[in-house]
């Protein structure tokens, strides 16, 4: 049976950690550790790895949802400012976003917490001899990564440390290279894979494995062989050399998933997978690594809102608080879909109906039950579909929370990785040999060079002039463009693929000029119309930071 670590997470939102300041009290409750009572025994040690994980639903379960807005999947729903989600998905972002501001804090926090335990657990008494707490640290080492990336990703060059903070001065640091950064990350992941077992029916992808190491590592290397925003507001990407030594290095990678052979596609189908992960089962064979949502009364603990805000509208239901365990909660619905992507599947493409849903319930008091309205004509009301309340337990514990994990590394994407990385060493048959994997499971013709411009050339998807497709291996990047959008949709990876592809504000003003959200007067999908290069591409460090931290002369990202 897999052990989940909801049950952890609960008895580990008490925990209070200490950093510089001492806390004054002389009596503290049960859940409370010194610093020195964390390294004593494997399960306090335990619990202090525990308490890094408790930082991911911070971030995923609401703020970095709208940091995936890109010109496949989603808008939030209205256009007004909001300084918060609408802002982010509509690129209408300022130093003050509270949204960036959230999720800068709580990534600092989780590195702080990694680099505390890190630091800690290597002292322990016996800690070379003892492979417990060596797969602690690489637990640690994983989640320091995990978190970094996201750093690098969203800021470019940042504050940046790998020792715990000690005092009021070491909280401040300048910034660091994006390419000191990667090293780390290279670095923790290498060790952590080495230090970690791969998966099994046992295990539970809420906590990191050695698959879950490798996959990252793989997505670390794809977004530092593309392109960047550097500091001087130019968008540049490492000499070809060095990128084909990322490449190679995610094939390495590849070969160890192959060698070990436990990871592979869910064997219920794609559909089955998504609605087995809004059921909250747990299936550790292709969801890589999840982030794990759990709260007992819908107030504490890691409150979650996958299906809630970038699922399908379910209205309130009028019930007794006596019957919760009867009716469907509620779905906000605050993030809506581009209609056209539904016309870009084939019709025997399982994928289409799962990404997109174009249906809503309403409340009918008379029936006193969830009524199905079919919005198949109001375009502007089609939602992410990948999770549903209507997939997910009957009762809820607040009307819009949910316990629906956050799958961030997955098996379809490390084939598509791999196929990415085969095609940019000249190995394009065995790309589209992986590509074609995935199509297959889905339903979807295999692509062939006979079969491309009937496929890919056609009035069934857009002609895109930003990738040349002159030879083969340009007519693989353009599959592969519509490829992760089809496989990946909502999962919070299209803007990162377009960003390192550099084609993010091409592929935002392509959208936004011909969706039909757009042909009125009244406009819902900005982000093409606001989009700027060399600006957009990285979110600003928020201002509190800038004015804060004198180490960063008051500098902000490009353009901000």
């Given amino acids: 049976m897999i052990k989940s670590l909801k049950i952890f997470l609960m008895g580990v939102g008490t925990l209070l950690w200490m950093t510089a300041c001492q806390d004054t009290l002389t009596e503290h409750p049960d859940s409370y550790y010194e610093k020195e009572d964390f390294f004593t025994s494997e399960a306090k040690a335990e619990m202090g790895v525990i308490g890094i994980y408790n930082v991911l639903p911070t971030l995923y379960g609401d703020s970095e949802m709208a940091f995936g807005a890109s010109d496949d999947t989603y808008y939030a729903s209205g256009t007004n400012t909001d300084n918060a989600r609408r802002d982010i998905a509509h690129y209408m972002l300022s130093t003050t976003n509270k949204y960036v501001e959230a999720v800068w804090q709580a990534t600092y926090q989780g590195i702080e917490r990694a680099n505390y335990m890190i630091e800690g657990i290597q002292e322990m008494q016996g800690f070379a001899e003892n492979e417990k707490l060596q797969s602690l640290v690489a ?8 978190l970094s990336f996201n750093l690098v990703k969203y800021w470019g060059d940042v504050p940046y440390k790998t020792t715990s903070t000690g005092s009021y001065e070491e909280a401040y640091q300048p910034r660091t290279s994006r390419e000191v950064i990667y090293d780390q990350i290279v670095d923790d992941l290498d060790d952590a894979k080495e230090n970690m077992s791969w998966a099994n029916e046992a295990s539970s992808p809420e906590r990191a494995t050695q698959g879950a190491a490798r996959a990252l590592l793989m997505r670390v290397l794809l977004q530092r062989a593309g392109y960047s925003l550097q500091m001087d507001g130019t968008m540049t990407r490492p000499e070809e050399e060095l990128r084909q030594t990322y490449f190679a290095k995610v094939i390495d ?45 819908g107030r504490t603990g890691a409150r979650g809102y996958w299906g809630t805000y970038n699922g399908p509208l379910v209205a309130a239901p009028g019930i007794e608080a006596t019957e919760t365990d009867k009716f469907m909660g509620r779905a906000n619905a605050l993030f809506r879909v581009i209609p056209e992507w539904r016309d870009f599947f084939e019709e025997s493409d399982v994928r289409r109906d799962v990404m997109i849903c174009t249906y809503q319930y309403d409340w009918d008091k008379t029936l006193y039950n969830h009524v199905k309205k079919d919005n198949v004509r109001n375009k502007k009301n089609w939602y992410p579909g990948k999770w549903r309340r209507e997939w997910m337990p009957l009762g ?141 591409e990285l979110f600003p460090i928020p201002l509190d930071e800038i004015q804060v931290n004198y180490c960063l002369e008051n500098k902000n990202n490009p353009n901000y």
């Fill in 139 to 146: 637990e640690a080492k994983f989640l320091r990564a995990f």
């Fill in 396 to 536: 809820y514990k607040d009307p819009n929370i949910t316990d629906v994990n956050y799958c961030s590394l997955r098996y379809a994407d490390v084939v598509l990785m791999t196929a990415e990385a085969y095609n940019e060493t000249g190995e394009t048959a065995q790309a589209w040999k992986l590509l074609n994997r995935v199509r297959q499971r889905a339903g979807a013709t295999e692509i062939t060079s006979a079969n491309y411009a009937s496929l890919m050339k056609s009035p069934k998807v857009y002609d895109l002039p930003f990738i040349e497709d002159g030879d083969e291996a340009g007519r693989f990047r353009t599959a592969l463009y519509w490829e992760r959008g089809f496989e990946l949709a909502f999962e919070l990876q299209r803007r990162f693929d377009l960003l390192r592809w550099g084609v993010l504000g091409d592929a935002l003003q392509l959208m936004a000029s011909k969706t039909v959200v757009n042909q009125s007067a009244e406009k819902s999908f900005l982000a093409g119309y606001n989009f700027v290069s060399g600006k957009h």
């Fill in 253 to 297: 990678e590849w070969e160890a998933f192959q060698e070990n052979g436990y990871h592979d596609f869910y064997e219920g189908g794609y559909e089955a997978l998504f609605k087995s992960f809004s059921a909250g089962e747990l299936h550790s064979k292709e969801s890589i690594f999840e982030v794990a949502f759990y709260t007992v009364d």
